[in-house]
Every structure is written in structure tokens, then in C-alpha cells.
């Protein structure tokens, strides 16, 4: 692994220079001029009239529109579009050889590839439907945005200029290439970080702005910066804004390994690191969360586009980081959880499971596969990068085991299942998750299920039909009514 010399890693930084504040300067344009519509108003426009605003060449039969589908090289219509033909009822749409479906926004998000946010917005701009009127809370936090994200941008842009020999002899040593540092716009921050302060104070910027960065903290002395010594890692949420920072300590006998602040206007229990750049690739269907921020750019510098990493910056995982992979990544179906082999990272994983997974509005694991990836103790997924080959990567992917399967064997072990209460207990609290999810993984856990219990296959899936029956909603979907009637009208589109 090479880097370059000095001089022109000196010459890289000019250059470098521009790019990153006009990149910072665009992402906060592009947040400025954020339009925000209703999105009631939005699925009121005919869906039909959506599509063919996307470019889509619609068939009309009736009730309803055919068209190939946009996803897939298809040859025989089969993208079928309801209109909104029923008061309070949006358009829907679905393709029977993809399996994918949704209202308006969903088609947009999937062709344009935006967020959910940004999908709205284009649906209003397009249709010219009035602008919704902004809140007290929202009116404070695109102000907030507006003063802080400069505020950032400047200062990525000062620890990317403090880049020394210790800065790249430490990335040689850690395994990461010039390139990645400078994709991943690795800086530094020295000990004389106090001339941060002076540098942003230079700039115009207020000490109320330094500290709703997150950068500096209020003592009775005056306002002090938070980093000294470390690695510099800009966090950007899902549009590529940067709304905070994660120092890497240099020595690993720092007491804090890394340190995580983000702006006053973000939210770090659903920061996703990683996520806009991952967003980027087409039909992302896997994607591997892990612990440590530097996990992802080793993992992308590494195995390319054979792995989707993302990092919660820390060892919570919350419903907010899977609805925020869920809202950019529309054709997700797996999520491999990949904590630290260490003791903190397994309690994380058992409270993800318990107060998370096992929810009952938890309902990404109807559409989602979960699995547990367990690591070897006192190793990360960064220095698993430097050690496995890609194909050794691959096989050690594919140890991971569903995290139903996990949970059933972590449950057995805490009841005496030679004791019929106890293992009746075990029972119900496995099939009242088993219940929980879509009907087509049933098979599979109640088997293993069986297998732990000694219960019979039999008996499982009638006691499994009753909890079935206290979850099932009455109310069938208007999305599965229309779905239903046109394969009723169309029997030639059922494949065996």
C-alpha cells in the first residue's frame, strides 16, 4: 500500500480545497430550497398521471393500467396501476414477476431514487400543489440547519487541511488507501485544536453557532472544542449533508475510542453512517450494519460493491436506523446485524432483540429477513477486512443465522425445558414471535421450534394458528383487495 509523498498530498489539498465547500455549499443550497408539501394532498393526484409524468407508457383497461414494468426487461405488461378510484383511497401499483408494490410516492422513490421526503416534494413540484404550511418546530429546525451546516462544511474542510505525516503513517498502518481517506474525506484534528475556534470565529461564525455544531462545548471559561488528537470522521445523514463528527483516538489506551457529536439539529438514534453512499448503488436487496465508523469505508475499500455496510456509531440499534435504511433502500428484504464480538456488543444485540425485533409495531420483519453475524471476540468487521480474502469474506457472511433462530436458542437456554411449565413458557413467548412475522417463514421456525421443544410439528401450528388469529387484522387492505381482483380478472398473470 502506497501513499503519495508529502508534496503531493500538499497539491491534493488545494485541489481538494474547492471541491469539498462547493460540495458542502450545494448540499445546504439543496436543503434551503426544500419544498415541503402534504402528503395527503400528493397521493390524491391520479397515480396514473404520476407514471406517465415518470415516462412510463401506459395501456388503460378499464379500471385499471398496464404498462411494462420500469425495474425489469419486461416483455408482457406486467405493471398493473390502479388509480384512485376510491374516496381516501391512493392509486396503487405492483408488478406479479418483480413482487414489489406501492402507492405513488413508492414509484417515485424506486425510479428517481430518492428519499421519501424528497419524493413528496417532486410529486408537488410537478403537479404544482400548494405548499403546506410549516410549523413552529419545523420553521426552528431549518433555521437551526441553516446557521449550523456551514458551520460543519468549514470545519470539515479545516481538519482536512491539518492532514500530516502521523495522519497518513497512521492510515498506512490502519490498512486504508489515499483514495479511500480522501472519499471518505478523513481529517485530522491536533492537539492545538483551539486554532479551530479561532479559524471559525475568522469566518464570521457566532458562539452560539459553534457550540449547535456540536464541535465545542460551554464552560465557565468559554467555549471549548471537543477533539484533540484524533482521526477525523465527517457524519452525513441519508442526503449527504454533514450534521456531525467522530474522532478516532490515535493509541488504543485511550479511555474513549472514539468520541461522536452531532449538530443540534440531528439525532443520533437515527444517524446512519454510510447510508448516502450506499443509496447511490442500484437495487441495494442486502445490507451489513456493523458498530465502528471505520468499518464501512474498510469494508467498501475492500470488497467494492460485493458488500452494503452501514454504521449506527455505536452499539444501539433503534427502529429509527432500520426506518431510516428502509426509507432510501426501497428493495431491502435483508439486514445483517454485525456487532462487535466484544461484551457490549452482544448486550446490544439482545436489547435490539428484546426491546426492538420482538415489538409488536415492529413491523419490518414481515418484508425483512434479520440475522446475527457473530464475530470472533476482540475482533471488528476493520480488522476482519485486512485479514479475509473476498471469498473468505463471502463464507463468513454466510454464517450468519436468523435471528429468530438466534432468539429461539438464546430462550432455550434460559428455561428448564424439562419442566412442563417452564417449557410451556419457552413455548409461547417463541410462537408469539413466530406469529409475528410474514406466514411464509412459519415452516422453517416452527420445525426448529419442534426440534428444541419436543413438542409436535402438529401441535405447534395449532397453537400458532390461535396467536394467528388475536394479531390478524379484520380489515383487509385496499392494496391486497385490488391486488386480489385483478388476478381474479387476469388468471393468465398467476405463474406456478
Avoid at 481538494?16 to 455549499?25: A, P, R, V, Y
Avoid at 381516501?88 to 408488478?95: E, F, I, M, Q, T
Avoid at 442526503?239 to 472514539?258: D, H, L, M, P
Wanted: some cysteine.
Amino acid at each position: 500500500m502506497k501513499f503519495l509523498p508529502m508534496w503531493e498530498c500538499l497539491m491534493e489539498k488545494k485541489r481538494n480545497h474547492i471541491l469539498m465547500l462547493f460540495s458542502g455549499l450545494f448540499t445546504i443550497s439543496n436543503f434551503l430550497r426544500k419544498i415541503m408539501y402534504d402528503k395527503k394532498d400528493v397521493l390524491k393526484i391520479n397515480l396514473s398521471q404520476v407514471a406517465q409524468a415518470l415516462g412510463l407508457a401506459l395501456e388503460e383497461k378499464g379500471t385499471y393500467y398496464l404498462c411494462n414494468c420500469p425495474f425489469h426487461d419486461d416483455k408482457r405488461s406486467s405493471f398493473v396501476i390502479y388509480d384512485n378510484v376510491e374516496k381516501d383511497k391512493c392509486g396503487v401499483w405492483s408488478c406479479f414477476t418483480c413482487g414489489i408494490g406501492g402507492d405513488s410516492i413508492d414509484l417515485v422513490r424506486r425510479i428517481k431514487k430518492l428519499t421519501f421526503s424528497d419524493s413528496v416534494d417532486w410529486i408537488g413540484e410537478t403537479f404544482e400543489l400548494e405548499k403546506k404550511a410549516l410549523t413552529p418546530e419545523q420553521i426552528l429546525l431549518y433555521k437551526q440547519k441553516a446557521e449550523i451546516l456551514p458551520v460543519l462544511v468549514e470545519a470539515n474542510e479545516w481538519f482536512y487541511e491539518q492532514r500530516g505525516d502521523w495522519f497518513f503513517e497512521y492510515l498506512e498502518k490502519r490498512g486504508f488507501t489515499a483514495d479511500t481517506a480522501r472519499q471518505f474525506e478523513f481529517g485530522y484534528a491536533p492537539n492545538n485544536v483551539i486554532e479551530l475556534k479561532k479559524h471559525l470565529f475568522d469566518k464570521g461564525f457566532s458562539e452560539e453557532q459553534l457550540v449547535g455544531s456540536g464541535l465545542f462545548v460551554n464552560r465557565a471559561s468559554g467555549i471549548e472544542p471537543i477533539y484533540y488528537g484524533r482521526l477525523m470522521i465527517p457524519l452525513k445523514d441519508k442526503t449527504g449533508n454533514i450534521v456531525g463528527f467522530a474522532g478516532r483516538a490515535q493509541s488504543e489506551y485511550e479511555k474513549s475510542k472514539y468520541i461522536t457529536t452531532t449538530a443540534v439539529f440531528a439525532k443520533k438514534r437515527k444517524l446512519v453512517y454510510g447510508l448516502d453512499y450506499i443509496r447511490k448503488r442500484d437495487h441495494v436487496y442486502s445490507v451489513l450494519i456493523t458498530e465502528g465508523n471505520l468499518d464501512v469505508p474498510k469494508l467498501i475499500q475492500n470488497y467494492e460493491n460485493f458488500v452494503n455496510p452501514v454504521s449506527v456509531m455505536g452499539a444501539s440499534i433503534t427502529k429509527q436506523h432500520i426506518k431510516e435504511i428502509v426509507s432510501v433502500l426501497p428493495d431491502v428484504n435483508k439486514i445483517v446485524l454485525a456487532l462487535d464480538g466484544d461484551v457490549a456488543g452482544r448486550g446490544a444485540m439482545d436489547k435490539f432483540i428484546e426491546k426492538v425485533f420482538t415489538a409488536d409495531d415492529f413491523y419490518y420483519k414481515k418484508f425483512i429477513d434479520f440475522y446475527i453475524l457473530s464475530l470472533p471476540e476482540g475482533k471488528d468487521l476493520d480488522n476482519l477486512g485486512d485479514e479475509l480474502s473476498l471469498k473468505e469474506f463471502r463464507q463468513f457472511e454466510r454464517t450468519a443465522v436468523s435471528i429468530v433462530d438466534y432468539l429461539i436458542e438464546k430462550l432455550r437456554n434460559d428455561y428448564d425445558i424439562n419442566d412442563t411449565t417452564k417449557n410451556n413458557q419457552y413455548v409461547s413467548r417463541c410462537l408469539k414471535l413466530i406469529a409475528s412475522l410474514d406466514e411464509c417463514m412459519f415452516k422453517e421456525y416452527v420445525e426448529n421450534l419442534a426440534e428444541k421443544s419436543g413438542y409436535s410439528v402438529d401441535r405447534l401450528k395449532q397453537e400458532l394458528y390461535i396467536y394467528r388469529v388475536h394479531q390478524r387484522n379484520a380489515v383487509t387492505p385496499i392494496y391486497e383487495r385490488k391486488v386480489l381482483k385483478y388476478l381474479t380478472d387476469n388468471p393468465d398473470m398467476v405463474t406456478e
